[in-house]
């Protein structure tokens, strides 16, 4: 097992101005930055002063970038870019780096000529050579004559120069389909510096798709673990510095970034073999969920519990805190004054304010979690009452992690005076899966944060037509599916999505779908206690019956209870929505019939229109009963 590689970061990779870059990429644990061009010339101050900036929170600045349009170029301006990187050079000495980043030319005027490039990297690195510096080569994917790492270490190896080097990026090696074959002939000591970065796939010119839609290292699609592995496989020993080009990262909050940067280079050099992790825990559904809540809310809340067949079984041993049960789904009403969950109510009002999964080792996925920069939460406990292990989620929302005691007693055993009463048949029995609305630009953030601490997949990117604008949809999926979290986003604040967060003051539990084995006998039980579903469109039916053939008396049925149909290679998924509470959050009755994998996001579309034709209906009646 290698020793840990030090940790870098570019600062184009986060946002704000270069002093609160500085803070915040030290705050949370990296080693070092590499200065990128744009951030010291809108610096207000000298490069020395930076460099003092930088010494003072403990970060070496390992490189200065980029140098662009370089190599190969007709006179004059092969002469002007000699007299340029003097002056670079005198830069890069009042930082104290040693290192400049040269990229391959993309100019039109460049001359397609490798001795030529070798001559003027050589030429370069004999100036940088005199001054103790160095000169790193970094193929761009869209470099006009040199755009493959092979071919740049062919013109450095021609060179043959101790002070020019090559400079590896994951992007522009992975991106374009390359790979490393080949590393492992290069001498170690001529790789000067690796850069990492994601990216989803996407169908677009390469240029665009790196300068906007890069990402941290777990949060997109590339093979950047296996990158890393040939990287130190090769005998590289130096920094992995994060070099990112995104838009939403850059607009948000700068520390935010950099966690996710750092936790994203800790899981990369894990994955690559470089360090070891505590293994993720194994799960085996949700425990609970929390909500926090008034009692004014609470009562309301209560009575529509009720009406979805849930069932009062106990009150907490020492807070203002009930116990909801239907099946193995466990719901509890937190109203404890001086409570994480009373901050949380001030703040978003009646809504989820935790989760509990349960997990085969809550120890191990808390030393995990604390190796991925995600401290342990520690709630306060009443007089008897189990200490229940937790951490924070991206929003806020707490994540308790359950394991089964030795002696079998449950958390509701200890923590809760249980009442006697038998509940009645369960109409359904477990959560299925929880929906989060999500903020714009929080996806990949909460993407990372699953992934990382628990090794959840990420499944298929929907993009789904609200009758006001566009939802994003991605599920987090555990091992063994027993844990499924949909994540929504919506760049509009009209979409269902986008009113929720406006609604809920932030990111949060949307929808709680549970699971039902005769869904057409469970909703119409559950309509008869009470609860209101959503009516859904009867064109909708029509479609349906055409697109999948469906007998007419399923399709009936399915009328008959507003159910939704959706179909895919492995089994049937019927659904349907309640109401939403207080414009918030709602409920949603599912049954997987086969082996169906979805969430039913061929129906959303119909899901959103029907719920902005209810908002529609009671702001009649209601403006009606106002003029009455």
């Known amino acids: 097992m290698a020793q840990p590689l030090s940790k870098s970061i570019a600062t184009v990779s986060i946002s704000g101005s270069l002093a609160e870059k500085l803070e915040a990429v030290a705050a949370v644990g990296f080693d070092a930055v590499e200065i990128f061009e744009n951030d010291l010339l809108t610096f207000d101050g000298s490069p020395a002063e930076i460099r003092y900036l930088a010494e003072s929170l403990g970060l070496k600045i390992v490189c200065f970038q980029p140098f662009r349009d370089f ?25 104290g780096t040693d290192l400049l980043l040269v990229c391959s030319n993309i100019s039109p005027d460049a001359i397609d000529d490798d001795a030529r490039a070798a001559a003027d990297l050589a030429e370069r690195a004999e100036r940088a050579a005199k001054r103790g510096l160095r000169v790193g080569f970094e193929a761009l994917a869209w470099g006009r004559n040199i ?55 996407l169908s677009m010119d390469v240029l665009s798709w790196s300068r906007h839609f890069r990402n941290f290292p777990g949060q997109g699609s590339l093979p950047v673990d296996g990158f890393v592995r040939d990287v130190v496989a090769a005998g590289y020993r130096g920094p992995l510095s994060l070099e990112v080009f995104n838009d939403e990262f ?28 505590p293994e993720p825990p194994r799960f085996d559904g949700v425990e609970f969920l929390e909500f926090a809540v008034d009692d004014a809310s609470g009562r309301r809340l209560s009575e529509g519990l009720r009406s979805l067949g849930f069932h009062y079984i106990g009150r907490h041993r020492s807070k203002s805190v009930d116990l909801f049960r239907q099946g193995q789904v466990n719901l509890i009403l937190n109203s404890e004054p001086d409570s994480a969950a009373a901050e949380h109510f001030l703040f978003h009002g009646p809504s989820v304010c935790a989760m509990a999964f349960r997990v085969d080792d809550a120890g ?27 951490l924070r989620g991206p929003d806020g929302t707490l994540i308790y992690l359950v394991e089964p005691a030795p002696s079998g007693e449950t958390i509701y055993d200890v923590d809760f005076d249980l009442f006697d009463t038998q509940p009645p048949e369960a109409l359904t029995t477990t959560i299925d899966h929880v929906a ?14 699953y992934r990382a601490l628990f090794d959840f997949r990420a499944e298929q990117l929907w993009e789904i037509p609200d009758a006001m604008g566009l939802v994003r949809s991605r599920a987090m999926v555990s091992e063994g599916d027993r844990v499924r ?3 929504n ?72 209870h507003n159910l939704l149909f959706d179909r895919d290679g492995s089994g049937d998924f019927l659904h349907a929505y309640t109401d939403p509470f207080d414009d918030r959050f709602f409920f949603e009755i599912v049954q997987r019939i086969g082996g169906y ?8 579309a119909i899901r959103m229109a029907a719920q902005a034709a209810r908002r529609t209906t009671r702001r009649s009646i209601a403006g009606a009963n106002e003029t009455g």
């Open 71 to 95: 190599e190969a170029m007709p006179e004059p301006r092969r002469t002007r870019n000699l007299d340029r990187a003097e002056r670079k050079f005198d830069v890069m000495e009042a930082l």
């Open 147 to 201: 755009n493959r790492w092979r071919h740049a270490w062919r013109i450095v190896q021609a060179a043959s120069h101790p002070s020019l080097g090559l400079i590896l990026d994951s992007f522009h090696t992975l991106a374009p389909g390359d790979d490393l074959i080949g590393l492992d002939q290069v001498p170690a000591e001529k790789v000067f510096f690796v850069q990492i970065a994601d990216a989803p796939k």
């Open 250 to 277: 850059r607009a948000a909050p700068a520390r935010l970034m950099a966690r996710d940067g750092l936790r994203s280079l800790l899981l990369t050099e894990a994955g690559a073999g470089v360090t070891i992790l």
């Open 364 to 390: 191990r996925a808390v030393r995990r979690a604390e190796a991925l920069l995600c401290p342990e939460w520690r709630e306060r406990t009443g007089p008897g009452e189990r200490q229940i292990p937790a």
């Open 436 to 449: 989060q609305a999500l903020p714009v630009g929080r996806m990949d953030n909460f993407v990372l944060f």
């Open 485 to 487: 979290l949909p994540l």
């Open 489 to 560: 986003i919506s760049e509009s604040r009209e979409t269902t999505t986008g009113r929720f967060l406006t609604t809920f003051s932030g990111a949060g539990v949307q929808h709680i779908a549970l699971d039902s084995a005769d869904i057409h006998h469970t909703v119409a039980q559950l309509t008869a206690r009470g609860a209101r579903f959503l009516p859904i469109p009867a064109n909708y039916y029509d479609d349906i019956a055409a697109r999948w053939d469906l007998p007419d008396e399923q399709i009936a049925a399915l009328r008959a």
């Open 597 to 604: 994998q979805q969430f039913g996001a061929a129906n959303a």
